[in-house]
């Protein structure tokens, strides 16, 4: 009879040439003692040397607006938050911002908001038209959910990418967690931007309340079965000013793992250090571009903003301004031996 390390060792080599893991192989993985993770992470570090290479893509997030309609309990913009200050970008500064990311060596940008009823499908065009006039940037949307027509709109002004994360594959956990939403309607919108053609991320948290090793075996599953472009996965940290405050949050190393094993699933897609993992440890972000990841999305957005977009708490980089964090991101990429991509970062599916 095989010995856990034994177990990892082989499935470990099964899926440097085959990402095709069972559930239980998996979890084998999940629930391996943390001695044993380092094989987990090397393993994906080579199918990420094999597959997308050494190049990290860098994507410019501009924060637009903190107004959300929604009431995810873990989220530190809810719409029921009444304690911190809203803000919108206007179509000028959104536009500024684009065109200064493009001279810091950007050529991607991320344009993230709350579930914000101001920014309509058409007044996303509208700005999606003229940062695509003035600029050659890729332009991902994290804007929340749409009908159909409505991505079509925003899709047509030439937006390149959609990112929407499912939070969690349990129909049950979803519900608890999103009281005014939908899980079917979020598959629904994923399937729609998929027809679409966009470029399509989705992605979960690691460590919500609730979650159990299945649960986050079926997360992982569930991004193989999408076929992602993208897959963005981090920890769980539970904001104050939210009903999952006294909550344990999510662990770096279990973060870690699935991100791991997210490159060993989906094999080409683009997976990002996310800044929660730098949140948790201050080697997080370098951590993760250690264990399959290789994109990094550096804020762009003005200082005077970044306070008030905070989804959980000590938010890292929040007193930085855009060009300190292109060149102190750079440093740490060529620290790990890697580069930093000069592309548009497109998918390589």
Same mark, same amino acid.
Do not use: W
């Given at each position: 009879?095989?010995?856990?390390?034994?177990?990892?060792?082989?499935?470990?080599?099964?899926? @440097?040439?085959?990402?095709?893991?069972?559930?239980?192989?998996?979890? =084998?993985?999940?629930?391996?003692?943390?001695?044993?993770?380092?094989?987990?992470?090397?393993?994906?570090?080579?199918?990420?040397?094999?597959?997308?290479?050494?190049? =990290?893509?860098?994507?410019?997030?501009?924060?637009?607006?903190?107004?959300?309609?929604?009431?995810?309990? *873990?989220?530190?913009?809810?719409?029921?938050?009444?304690?911190?200050?809203?803000?919108?970008?206007?179509?000028?500064?959104?536009?500024?911002?684009?065109?200064?990311?493009?001279?810091?060596?950007?050529?991607?940008?991320?344009?993230?908001?709350?579930?914000?009823?101001?920014?309509?499908?058409?007044?996303?065009?509208?700005?999606?038209?003229?940062?695509?006039?003035?600029?050659?940037?890729?332009?991902?949307?994290?804007?929340?959910?749409?009908?159909?027509?409505?991505?079509?709109?925003?899709?047509?002004?030439?937006?390149?990418?959609?990112?929407?994360?499912?939070?969690?594959?349990?129909?049950?956990?979803?519900?608890?967690?999103?009281?005014?939403?939908?899980?079917?309607?979020?598959?629904?919108?994923?399937?729609?931007?998929?027809?679409?053609? *966009?470029?399509?991320?989705?992605?979960?948290?690691?460590?919500?309340?609730?979650?159990?090793?299945?649960?986050?075996?079926?997360?992982?599953?569930?991004?193989?079965?999408?076929? @992602?472009?993208?897959?963005?996965?981090?920890?769980?940290?539970?904001?104050?000013?939210?009903?999952?405050?006294?909550?344990?949050?999510?662990?770096?190393?279990?973060?870690?793992?699935?991100?791991?094993?997210?490159?060993?699933?989906?094999?080409?897609? /683009?997976?990002?250090?996310?800044?929660?993992?730098?949140?948790?440890?201050?080697?997080?972000?370098?951590?993760?571009?250690?264990?399959?990841?290789?994109? =990094?999305?550096?804020?762009?957005?003005?200082?005077?903003?970044?306070?008030?977009?905070?989804?959980?708490?000590?938010?890292?980089?929040?007193?930085?301004?855009?060009?300190?964090?292109?060149?102190?991101?750079?440093?740490?990429?060529?620290?790990?031996?890697? =580069?930093?991509?000069?592309?548009?970062? /497109?998918?390589?599916?």
């Amino acid at each position: 009879m095989e010995s856990n390390i034994q177990k990892v060792h082989s499935i470990c080599e099964k899926a @440097l040439n085959d990402g095709n893991l069972s559930k239980e192989e998996i979890l =084998v993985l999940l629930n391996c003692p943390e001695e044993y993770t380092d094989i987990i992470f090397q393993t994906a570090d080579k199918v990420r040397k094999k597959e997308v290479g050494e190049e =990290v893509h860098l994507r410019g997030l501009i924060e637009f607006s903190n107004f959300c309609k929604k009431n995810c309990e *873990y989220c530190g913009i809810r719409g029921k938050n009444k304690s911190i200050n809203r803000y919108r970008l206007t179509k000028e500064e959104i536009l500024e911002t684009a065109i200064k990311a493009e001279s810091l060596g950007y050529r991607s940008i991320v344009m993230q908001s709350g579930e914000d009823p101001f920014f309509t499908a058409e007044v996303l065009a509208d700005i999606i038209t003229s940062i695509k006039m003035k600029t050659d940037l890729a332009i991902t949307i994290s804007a929340g959910e749409f009908t159909y027509n409505e991505y079509k709109i925003i899709k047509d002004a030439g937006a390149d990418r959609y990112l929407l994360r499912f939070e969690t594959s349990s129909e049950e956990l979803y519900k608890k967690l999103h009281p005014d939403s939908d899980f079917h309607h979020r598959m629904e919108c994923l399937d729609n931007l998929e027809k679409l053609g *966009y470029q399509v991320g989705s992605g979960f948290m690691v460590g919500l309340p609730g979650e159990t090793p299945e649960i986050l075996a079926d997360n992982l599953l569930l991004l193989q079965k999408l076929d @992602l472009d993208m897959a963005g996965i981090g920890p769980f940290l539970p904001n104050s000013d939210t009903i999952l405050a006294g909550a344990s949050g999510g662990t770096l190393n279990n973060s870690l793992k699935a991100v791991a094993l997210a490159r060993i699933l989906l094999r080409n897609a /683009h997976i990002p250090a996310t800044t929660a993992m730098g949140t948790l440890d201050p080697k997080g972000r370098e951590k993760a571009l250690q264990s399959g990841a290789n994109v =990094v999305m550096p804020n762009v957005t003005a200082q005077e903003y970044r306070e008030m977009y905070q989804l959980y708490p000590d938010k890292i980089c929040l007193n930085d301004d855009p060009a300190h964090c292109r060149g102190c991101i750079t440093r740490k990429i060529e620290g790990l031996g890697r =580069v930093v991509s000069k592309e548009h970062g /497109h998918t390589l599916k």
